[in-house]
């Protein structure tokens, strides 16, 4: 398992090289100053470069040509990374609802991974839409409380982000045992490295300030785009 996670194919394309190496580079850099120096200023000159180097890396390496929804997946985590550092709060709200899309493709992807609709064709085939019409609730939601003039509860956000993660945390570790497969792994990974990085952090912040809980958050959270990269990758092949 350790081997094919960091497994480097020797046929890989030099401009893939270079956006991988950029992406660690730049990854390290952001966590160093935002997080260790707590130099916003600076750390966040490295944050833009992040996805778009691990989208250039996932263009060059695969082979598929049905990759937009994948590039949309990272075109949303894109922007929702970078509009969360921002201070203004109707903002974060935006960029937690467009977590909350990533998320849902991610929950799409490992439904069908799992193959548990596979018996019912009904769901099978319209499971996407009902990932949609869940989210075009809430947007819609959002829409009528502000010609209302009704407080926007942006707790239906939140609950709809942390269902859907846990339930692609279930279904990855389901995946992963009942298939075995090396694709299922990396999402389990992924996954896992969101929850932690996130745990450690937060736990710095409410509960037991220690610079510990940085590093290791920080060690922790540098892989996991890289993760997503082979998911994504490795589930093209099955």
Do not use: H
Not at 68 to 91: C, P, V
């Amino acid at each position: 398992m350790v081997k094919q996670i960091f497994k480097i194919d020797k046929k890989i394309d030099g401009r893939a090289s270079i956006a991988l190496y950029v992406y660690f580079i730049s990854y390290f850099c952001f966590l160093f100053f935002y997080r260790i120096n707590d130099d916003a200023n600076l750390g966040l000159l490295f944050k833009p470069i992040i996805v778009p180097s691990i989208a250039f890396a996932y263009f060059f390496i695969t082979k598929s040509k049905k990759i937009y929804w994948n590039l949309t997946l990272f075109i949303i985590i894109f922007f929702a990374d970078n509009l969360i550092l921002l201070e203004e709060r109707n903002i974060k709200v935006f960029s937690t609802y467009l977590y909350l899309i990533a998320i849902g493709i991610l929950f799409s992807y490992a439904v069908f991974d799992s193959k548990i609709f596979k018996r019912n064709l009904f769901l099978n085939k319209n499971f996407d839409y009902f990932i949609v019409a869940y989210l075009a609730l809430v947007v819609l939601y959002k829409l009528v409380s502000i010609s209302s003039g009704y407080e926007f509860k942006e707790i239906f956000i939140v609950i709809g982000y942390v269902v859907m993660f846990l339930m692609v945390l279930l279904l990855s570790i389901y995946n992963a045992i009942r298939y075995k497969s090396i694709a299922s792994r990396f999402l389990l990974l992924t996954i896992l490295c969101l929850f932690f990085s996130d745990l450690f952090v937060a736990l710095n912040k409410y509960y037991m300030k220690n610079d510990f809980f940085i590093y290791l958050a920080c060690l922790i959270e540098i892989p996991v785009y890289y993760f997503l990269l082979k998911y994504l990758l490795y589930r093209e092949k099955n």
